[in-house]
């Protein structure tokens, strides 16, 4: 898999996630809920778009 990340703010970061399998959006939205614990921050991630809906690539926006 291939991570891409872009500076949205302060607080703020996408993150594009491209995979050649179909079904992770649940699983990276998880391990990036459990970095936050693991850093002591919260965390708001918002799925933007998914690869099981016809895109190139799962993206997330994480706010902390």
């Given at each position: 898999p291939d991570f891409f990340v872009k500076d949205l703010g302060e607080k703020c970061v996408e993150i594009k996630y491209y995979s050649e399998?179909?079904?992770?959006?649940?699983f990276m939205m998880g391990l990036i809920s459990g970095l936050g614990k693991?850093?002591?921050?919260?965390?708001?991630?918002?799925?933007?778009?998914?690869?099981?809906?016809?895109?190139?690539?799962?993206?997330f926006n994480i706010e902390w």
């Open positions: 399998r179909n079904g992770f959006t649940h693991m850093f002591k921050m919260e965390t708001k991630t918002t799925i933007i778009s998914k690869k099981e809906d016809g895109n190139d690539c799962d993206t």
